[in-house]
């Protein structure tokens, strides 16, 4: 299930940062935090900063971007996330 989440996350980043004025980002933004509660609901908080940093190594690889900002989207899903 993971390996499916991360291709989902590499996919949902990905189409977000190229495409910045897309009225579909708001969608895209949501299905990153739902994936967030997914992976906190099966592993907790060690499984989503698990997958948060594979997927950053992997869009600044292959897109070079980096999508630290974004680790506030999973700001509401644990007390011990916060960024």
């Known amino acids: 299930m ?11 980043f990905t189409y977000y940062l190229q495409n910045p004025s897309s009225q579909e980002l708001t969608s895209k933004k949501e299905r990153i935090t739902e994936i967030g509660r997914e ?8 499984s989503m ?29 644990s007390d011990g996330w916060n960024y």
């Open 49 to 77: 900063e698990n997958m948060f940093h594979s997927v950053s190594i992997r869009i600044k690889e292959e897109i070079g971007s980096d999508i630290s900002k974004y680790r506030s989207w999973w700001n509401e899903i």
């Open 39 to 46: 992976l906190y609901q099966d592993g907790g908080q060690d």
């Open 2 to 12: 993971d390996a499916y989440f991360e291709e989902e996350l590499i996919d949902l």
